[in-house]
């Protein structure tokens, strides 16, 4: 007798829901050291440019926010030669563009900051972090996650970073 090979719609759909499911867990396995790297150099920068802005009176420390990714991409790429690597997906696509929409609307209010309309730039960028960082819970169905987003977004530049590490090594320790 010959087997119809062919799946049915619902069939089709637990495997497309278990390929989703699977590279949610994969993805969240491997982030807690981006979220701690990220955490950290957020933490620093928004310290920083609040602290000399404070003592200058001078929106020129905007220029710092550009530290964020030259410190911050090269670091992340040596976390991403040590770790697993995860096979492209929908899932993990959608992350980039949502943190790729991230810094590209943070380098833009960062330059509209200095050349036009100086202001401090901490709590839209800790607010866009928190936004991006809840997106991201959203989209892996992760509450942690997704409280952790709101928390920086609403409690702002002082605790952001921190809350940031904590998930990040909440993460690593949970999904061991």
Avoid at 12 to 25: A, D, F, G, H, P
Avoid at 97 to 107: E, H, Q
Avoid at 128 to 154: D, V
Wanted: aromatic fraction near 12%.
């Amino acid at each position: 007798m010959e087997q119809n090979s062919q799946m049915t719609a619902e069939q089709s759909l637990q495997v497309i829901n278990e390929t989703l499911n699977n590279n949610r867990r994969e993805i969240i396995k491997n982030s807690g050291s981006y979220f701690i790297l990220w955490g950290c150099v957020l933490f620093l920068v928004a310290m920083s440019v609040l602290l000399l802005w404070g003592r200058t009176g001078s929106p020129v420390w905007n220029f710092l926010w550009f530290l964020i990714p030259l410190v911050g991409y090269p670091l992340a790429s040596l976390i991403y030669k040590k770790s697993s690597t995860i096979p492209s997906s929908f899932v993990g696509n959608l992350l980039g563009w949502s943190w790729s929409a991230f810094g590209a609307f943070s380098i833009i209010l960062s330059v509209c900051a200095i050349l036009w309309a100086p202001m401090s730039l901490t709590l839209v960028i800790i607010i866009l972090f928190g936004f991006t960082e809840s997106m991201s819970g959203i989209i892996l169905k992760n509450w942690p996650i997704i409280i952790a987003g709101l928390l920086t977004g609403i409690i702002g530049a002082v605790v952001a970073g921190v809350i940031l590490t904590l998930t990040g090594v909440l993460i690593k320790f949970i999904k061991k």
